[in-house]
């Protein structure tokens, strides 16, 4: 039992606090010292803020409860849309589980709260998409609602992130755009710190200086575009995962590497579901009057509407309406 502060006011735990009851939890949760990346977050203190000792307690052993000592978070909630044009309201706002909702209350991510950043991308008159990204959580930011309730769109991203150690600043926050793509992820490079260097080098030269974060998203994204992305996305995701599976075997990394991704080149939306121990990020999809969307959790109660996208696999939405499904496990067992 974390020890109590000497009030018995259920008042919200001061910001002051935070190193504090971290400290404490690292002594009674001992799967919180492999996550030093979690306590840096602002999800976390948003929680230590908003909430009092008891709730933050419980907060604390309900992670503990739901983290076997090698697991890692499932970070960040991301939305992608293909069909007629719409509001992007329609899916970033107005849903029961929004996709702002889900920046505060995530259903299906250890960390519910994911208020490192946003960001928003579509296509509109112009093959380059258009992005705007932000710090801010998603919730408490205004320009998002009006953007989202003005910008019609046939094809547009959203994500809200939960940080895995790099910095919140703009440049880290989803989607990231090169030409006429658009890419987003969910998910971890496992022990990333110790083959950062070796995975940038899967970078070519003329996409580094692209390159304006520190992310591992950004980093698999533009090995994925050197590798193919344009005329072969399959083999080229397939080919990026391997690279990096092999890099973390060489550093001997114990930790998985997962990913939930969407690529578009302004014309076909692409879905990839992921992960080296088999246990990839939620994602689910389902078409509706013609459109075609993707997302990290269904947007509303209908459940029974939404297919999970199986794990080690693609999806593809062609400009016919035809979605396809291809083994991307098998992609990458064949990946030279």
């Keep these: 039992m974390l020890q109590q502060p000497a ?10 606090g935070l190193a504090r009851i971290l400290s404490q939890s690292r002594l009674q949760f ?5 996550l030093p990346a979690f306590s840096n977050t602002r999800s976390l ?3 230590i803020v908003n909430n009092s000792f008891t709730e933050v307690e419980q907060f604390l052993r309900t992670m503990y409860d739901r983290f076997p000592e090698t697991e890692q978070t499932e970070m960040c909630r991301w939305i992608a849309y293909r069909g007629e044009p719409v509001l992007m309201e329609t899916l970033v706002a107005d849903p029961h589980h929004s996709l702002i909702a889900q920046s505060l209350r995530a259903a299906e991510s250890v960390t519910t709260t994911n208020g490192d950043g946003f960001g928003l991308g579509w296509y509109g008159e112009r093959a380059i998409p258009g992005v705007y990204r932000e710090i801010r959580p998603a919730w408490s930011d205004e320009n998002l609602r009006s953007i989202c309730a003005q910008v019609r769109s046939h094809l547009f991203f959203a994500h809200v992130r939960a940080s895995t150690g790099t910095a919140s600043v703009r440049a880290n926050c989803h989607p990231f755009a090169y030409k006429q793509h658009m890419f987003m992820h969910n998910g971890q490079i496992g022990g990333y710190v110790a083959v950062k260097r070796r995975v940038e080098d899967l970078i070519p030269d003329e996409l580094y200086t692209h390159r304006s974060g520190t992310t591992d998203s950004e980093a ?12 072969e996305p399959l083999r080229a995701m397939a080919l990026t995962l391997k690279r990096i599976a092999d890099l973390m075997r060489a550093a001997n990394v114990g930790e998985p590497l997962r990913l939930t991704a969407a690529h578009t080149d302004g014309k076909i939306l692409r879905a990839f579901r992921w992960a080296s121990d088999a246990r990839a990020p939620s994602l689910y999809w389902r078409q509706k009057n013609g459109a075609f969307i993707v997302v990290s959790e269904p947007l509303d109660e209908e459940r029974g509407c939404w297919q999970e996208v199986p794990q080690g696999c693609a999806l593809t939405a062609c400009p016919d309406g035809q979605v396809r499904t291809e083994s991307l496990c098998e992609a990458v067992r064949k990946a030279a």
């Design 220 to 231: 698999i994204f533009l090995a994925a575009l050197g590798a193919g992305l344009e005329d």
């Design 45 to 47: 203190r948003t929680v």
């Design 7 to 16: 009030s018995d006011s259920p008042e919200p735990v001061c910001a002051q």
């Design 30 to 34: 001992p799967q919180f010292a492999a």
